[in-house]
């Protein structure tokens, strides 16, 4: 069983950057990913890292995911923040080291972490 706690949302103007981290229990062997959700919205995936990373298009050149083995923690480097950013971010781990952009092919949530960007 894997545990995963989410930090580092908040609320930030258009253009300006955040970084939220996702600290995991047990092994660091996992595929995490970040997805978020808005309002009415489904699930979308935003990035993920194996043995590479992954981008959505839309957030390609602005956001960055980088892990840190030793803690055991993912984390999510967002710059050029933009309002269609606001959502709440999911991270999630999944035990194949190969990433995919489904949702439902993760095995573990976090809580999510509200991310609020005005304009």
């Known amino acids: 069983q894997v545990q995963l706690v989410e930090s580092g949302g908040g609320l930030v103007q258009a253009g300006g950057s955040l970084r939220l981290s996702c600290a995991a229990s047990?092994?660091?062997?996992?595929?995490m990913g970040w997805f978020r959700q808005a309002p009415g919205k489904e699930r979308e995936f935003v990035t993920a890292i194996s043995w590479s990373t992954r981008y959505a298009d839309s957030v390609k050149g602005r956001f960055t995911i980088s892990r840190d083995n030793a803690k055991n923690t993912v984390y999510l480097q967002m710059n050029s923040l933009k309002p269609e950013d606001t959502a709440v971010y999911y991270c999630?781990?999944?035990?194949?080291?190969?990433?995919?952009?489904?949702?439902?092919?993760?095995?573990?949530w976090g809580q999510g972490t509200q991310v609020t960007v005005s304009s």
């Open positions: 999630a781990a999944r035990t194949p080291w190969t990433h995919t952009t489904r949702a439902d092919e993760y095995d573990y």
């Open positions: 047990g092994q660091s062997r996992y595929t």
